[in-house]
């Protein structure tokens, strides 16, 4: 936010990352590590912020795909053990 303290980590600043999860979080004012961080998530904000967010309907297509796939794995993942069975 004032580009002179970086805070990275895991830590969500809820109550239950507080209290409850195994959390972590660095915070530095090390110039050379708050200039670098920075400018990575700049590059990455705007590599990202350039791509079409995806419609409704492609949404629930992609959905559906991996929905599809995950089916199919454990469909083969029975008959593996099956076979193994047998």
């Not at 830590?11 to 239950?16: I, L």
């Not at 590599?47 to 599809?68: G, N, V």
Request: aromatic residues 12%; positive net charge.
């Amino acid at each position: 936010v004032d580009w002179r303290v970086l805070l990275c980590g895991s830590y969500n600043w809820s109550y239950s990352a507080s209290a409850r999860n195994n959390e972590n979080c660095v915070v530095t004012e090390d110039v050379y590590l708050v200039a670098k961080y920075s400018a990575e998530f700049e590059r990455l904000w705007r590599e990202f912020k350039a791509a079409a967010p995806l419609s409704q309907q492609q949404a629930a297509i992609r959905i559906q795909q991996i929905e599809r796939g995950n089916r199919e794995r454990r469909r083969f993942a029975a008959m593996a053990r099956s076979h193994r069975a047998a």
